[in-house]
C-alpha cells in the first residue's frame, strides 16, 4: 500500500481515489466508471485494497464460474440459477462485490449476511429456495443443523463452502442434511479463485491459467510437495491494473504430489491450506445454551473504525480488543462498547469487553495476525492449525 501509486499502471487512478470509493460504501458502482475496487480485512496487520478494470474483473467472475462449474452449478441460457451466499454484506469485500455483480436473469443472487440472526437467514432462504449455496463453512453447519430440525426447508442443488475450517464433522454435517457432499473453494480478494474441488473430492485443484503459485520456506525456496510450506507466493496473470508478481500470501499450503487426480484435470491440486482461519466466537446464549457467533458480526463492528489494525481474543477473562493505530484522544471505552453491541444484537451474553492500545497486533509463528483468537483454558482454539476451505477476504 505504500507504494500503489508508483505501481498501477492507470495514470488517472491513485490510492486516495480507491480509499475514498471505499468509505462511500459503493459497493458494485464502478470508480470513475471503469474501476471495481475491493479490500482485504487486513489479516496481515493492514488492510489492502486492491482494483480490477473491466476486462480483469470478467476473469474474476470467470474463475468462481469454475469452481461453480466443477460442483455441477453451471449456469443454463434455458433457465435460471438461483444462487444464495450467505457471507458477507459490507460493500468493501470481494465476495459482496462479486455477488452484486453475478446477480442476473440468469443467476437471481440473494446475498445473506452471516452475522444476521439465524431465524432470519433460515427465513429468507425458505423464501428463495436456492439451487446453489455457498456459505463460510461455520454457517453452513449451523443451515445443516436447521434443515435437519425441520426449521430450513431447502433442497440445494449444490453446497460450496467458503473461508473457514470445513471440517470433517462439518462435511458430514452437510451430507446428512443434503445428502450431497460441500464442495471447497480456495481463493483470495488478490487473486481471485487460486484452487476448487472437483467432483472426486480429492484436493484442490490449482487454476494454473490464472495464477502461478508457489509454495515456498522462509527463505523463499521451492517447499517439498506432501508437507506444508511456509508461505505462498502468487503471481495473477490477469491483473494488470496493479501488477501481483511473487505476491506473499501467508497461508501455509500443502502440495499434493502426482499422481494426477482420477477426474483427468491436469491442474495440480493442495492438499490443504492451513492458518489465517478466521473463527466464529462460541458465546452464551441470551436465551440459553450457546449461540456461535458469525466473524462478520466483529467485522461490522470493528472495520470502519479509524484502525491500522486490529485482533479480538476471548480468553477465560473476557474479550480484548487490541487496537494499533488508534488516535491519542480517542475513547477506547467506545471501541469495546461498539463490539459489546453487536454481540449482544446477535443475540449472544458478551463476556466483559475491553480495548487495549498497542504498537502493532500480534503475529503467529507463520508471521500472521488473525482477527479473531479464542484462547480459553490456555491453550489455542481447537479450530486453529487445521485446513480451511478459501478466504475471499
Same mark, same amino acid.
Given at each position: 500500500m505504500d507504494r500503489f501509486?508508483?505501481?498501477?499502471?492507470?495514470?488517472?487512478?491513485?490510492?486516495?481515489?480507491?480509499?475514498? $470509493?471505499? @468509505?462511500?460504501?459503493?459497493?458494485?458502482?464502478?470508480?470513475?466508471?471503469?474501476?471495481?475496487?475491493?479490500?482485504?480485512?487486513?489479516?496481515?496487520?493492514?488492510?489492502?485494497?486492491?482494483?480490477?478494470?473491466?476486462?480483469?474483473?470478467?476473469?474474476?467472475?470467470?474463475?468462481?464460474?469454475?469452481?461453480?462449474?466443477?460442483? %455441477?452449478?453451471?449456469?443454463?441460457?434455458?433457465?435460471?440459477?438461483?444462487?444464495?451466499?450467505?457471507?458477507?454484506?459490507?460493500?468493501? $469485500?470481494?465476495?459482496a462485490l462479486v455477488g452484486a455483480s453475478v446477480d442476473s436473469r440468469f443467476v437471481p443472487t440473494l446475498r445473506i449476511d452471516s452475522g444476521d440472526p439465524l431465524?432470519?437467514?433460515?427465513?429468507?432462504?425458505? $423464501?428463495?429456495?436456492?439451487?446453489?449455496?455457498?456459505?463460510?463453512?461455520?454457517m453452513l453447519g449451523l443451515l445443516a443443523g436447521e434443515q435437519r430440525a425441520g426449521r430450513l426447508h431447502v433442497q440445494p442443488g449444490a453446497v460450496l463452502s467458503a473461508s473457514e475450517v470445513l471440517t470433517a464433522e462439518a462435511r458430514r454435517d452437510v451430507e446428512h442434511a443434503w445428502n450431497r457432499r460441500p464442495f471447497n473453494?480456495?481463493? @483470495?480478494?488478490?487473486?481471485?479463485?487460486?484452487?476448487?474441488?472437483? %467432483?472426486?473430492?480429492? %484436493?484442490? $485443484?490449482?487454476?494454473?491459467?490464472?495464477?502461478?503459485?508457489?509454495?515456498?520456506d522462509d527463505e523463499g525456496r521451492p517447499f517439498t510437495p506432501g508437507e506444508y510450506g511456509s508461505r505462498l507466493l502468487v503471481t495473477v496473470l490477469g491483473s494488470r491494473t496493479l501488477p501481483l508478481i511473487r505476491y506473499e500470501l501467508s497461508d501455509s499450503v500443502r502440495m499434493l504430489p502426482a499422481p494426477p487426480c482420477p477426474c483427468g484435470r491436469p491442474f495440480l491440486r493442495i492438499g490443504g491450506v492451513q492458518g489465517r482461519a478466521e473463527e466464529a466466537l462460541r458465546l452464551p446464549a441470551a436465551r440459553g445454551g450457546d449461540i456461535l457467533v458469525q466473524p462478520n458480526v466483529v467485522h461490522r463492528a470493528m472495520e470502519l473504525l479509524p484502525l491500522t489494525g486490529w485482533q479480538v481474543v476471548l480468553d477465560d477473562s473476557g474479550i480484548t480488543v487490541y487496537v494499533a493505530g488508534l488516535a491519542e484522544l480517542a475513547d477506547t471505552g467506545q471501541v469495546a462498547r461498539r463490539l459489546a453491541d453487536a454481540l449482544a444484537l446477535a443475540g449472544a451474553v458478551a463476556p466483559p469487553v475491553r480495548a487495549v492500545r498497542v504498537p502493532a497486533v500480534s503475529r503467529t509463528a507463520l508471521g500472521k495476525a488473525p482477527l479473531i483468537r479464542s484462547v480459553r483454558g490456555g491453550g489455542e482454539h481447537p479450530g486453529r492449525g487445521r485446513d480451511k476451505a478459501a478466504d475471499t477476504d
Open positions: 501509486d508508483d505501481l498501477i499502471t492507470r495514470g488517472d487512478l491513485r490510492l486516495a481515489d480507491a480509499r475514498a $470509493h471505499l @468509505a462511500a460504501e459503493a459497493g458494485a458502482q464502478r470508480l470513475m466508471g471503469r474501476y471495481y475496487v475491493a479490500a482485504t480485512a487486513g489479516t496481515t496487520g493492514e488492510p489492502g485494497i486492491f482494483v480490477w478494470d473491466v476486462e480483469e474483473w470478467a476473469e474474476v467472475l470467470a474463475s468462481y464460474s469454475r469452481a461453480y462449474g466443477w460442483a %455441477g452449478a453451471s449456469v443454463r441460457l434455458t433457465g435460471r440459477t438461483r444462487m444464495a451466499v450467505v457471507s458477507s454484506t459490507v460493500p468493501s $469485500h470481494q465476495s431465524e432470519d437467514v433460515v427465513r429468507r432462504l425458505n $423464501h428463495f429456495r436456492p439451487d446453489v449455496l455457498v456459505g463460510y463453512a461455520s473453494v480456495y481463493a @483470495a480478494t488478490e487473486t481471485a479463485g487460486i484452487a476448487a474441488e472437483c %467432483g472426486q473430492h480429492a %484436493g484442490l $485443484h490449482l487454476f494454473e491459467d490464472l495464477v502461478i503459485t508457489e509454495v515456498v
